[in-house]
Nanobody
Framework: QVQLVESGGGLVQPGGSLRLSCAAS????????MAWFRQAPGKQRELVAE???????YYVDSVKGRFTISRDNAKHAVYLQMNSLKFEDTAVYYC????????????????WGQGTQVTVSS
């Protein structure tokens, strides 16, 4: 069984920084894309940033220049460095991975972390 364990959320003032971490554990064959989503109260979950197996990245426009996604393939981990945080960044952040459970199985994006709360408040 695959688990994604997140850490690093919290309360921060506007302009502050946080670093989120997510590590995959359990039995699986391979990881491909790794991503961070967020969901604010009353809003749909949105893709914040994604990094593929070659290191290419995508960011939603609202976080470009402020957030940086990275990964450590040896640790099966993905990180989100969040700088210059704004009130509108307040949300529950979820990591998500594209994973192959065995050599003969297909790829699946149905793997999610438990969510970590990020609150930006003065």
């Amino acid at each position: 069984q695959v688990q994604l364990v997140e850490s690093g959320g919290g309360l921060v003032q506007p302009g502050g920084s946080l670093r989120l971490s997510c590590a995959a554990s359990g039995r699986f064959f391979s990881l491909s894309a790794m991503a961070w989503f967020r969901q604010a109260p009353g809003k749909q979950r949105e893709l914040v940033a994604e990094i593929n197996s070659r290191g290419s990245t995508y960011y939603v426009d609202s976080v470009k220049g402020r957030f940086t996604i990275s990964r450590d393939n040896a640790k099966h981990a993905v990180y989100l460095q969040m700088n210059s945080l704004k009130f509108e960044d307040t949300a529950v952040y979820y990591c998500n991975v594209d994973l192959q459970s065995s050599a003969t199985s297909g790829w699946s994006r149905d793997y999610w972390g438990q969510g970590t709360q990020v609150t930006v408040s003065s």
